[in-house]
């Protein structure tokens, strides 16, 4: 999804740091795709530059509190296994904190590829995700449910047929316009 360049206002497409009509680098830009990546310090920077250029920017004020808890995260966590790293996607799904059960689903994920539960949980807590920024007309909404979709039907290669995941799986398809 564009986001608005922070300087001129023209979209900025998805993955590219400076604005294609006027040519400044675009923190916001470059935050989202520091964040994506997992480099949430210098995420976290980037956002602290949108604040300084537009304060009180809702989605700089909610990347920079989300990449601050993430980068302490990932300090305190350094030596997690993927059970501890599980357990704590579970704690901040059932809290209602999509972002960082995401993200510490992706740590699971990363110590243990193909591990169902976390990637059932990834892309249960993208559809939630997806769904509340969907409820308050964020734009960001349709890339949650398609990292949601993807996350899902690896599950369900893992897991064929199961019913609650296909069921989630065809709400992202036609959030994302598929039959
Ligand atoms: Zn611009």
């Known amino acids: 999804m564009p986001r608005p ?8 497409p998805d993955g590219a740091w400076a604005c294609p009509a006027c040519g ?8 989202f795709v520091l964040q994506e ?4 310090d210098a995420a976290l920077a ?7 250029l537009q304060p009180g920017d809702p989605a700089a004020l909610e990347g920079a509190s989300f990449c601050h ?39 699971v994920l990363d110590l243990s590829p193909l591990h169902l539960s976390a990637v059932c949980g990834k892309g249960l ?8 920024l969907k409820a308050r007309g964020d734009s960001t909404a349709p890339r949650r449910f398609h990292t949601a979709a993807v996350a899902i039907r690896e599950a369900l290669r893992l897991h064929p047929g199961n019913a ?8 992202c398809e036609r959030e994302l ?3």
């Open 164 to 171: 609650a995941l296909n069921r989630v799986l065809s709400l």
């Open 125 to 132: 807590a993208n559809f939630k995700w997806a769904a509340a």
């Open 69 to 107: 808890r993430a980068a302490e995260l990932m300090r305190e966590g350094a030596a997690w296994d993927e059970a501890a790293w599980g357990q704590k996607g579970i704690t901040f799904f059932e809290a209602g904190e999509w972002a960082l059960a995401d993200m510490a689903y992706g740590r």
């Open 5 to 12: 360049c922070t300087r001129c206002g023209s979209p900025v």
């Open 177 to 179: 316009g598929r039959p």
């Open 37 to 40: 990546d997992g480099r949430f």
């Open 24 to 31: 400044a680098e675009d923190p916001a830009a470059r935050a």
């Open 46 to 52: 980037a956002w602290d530059e949108v604040l300084a």
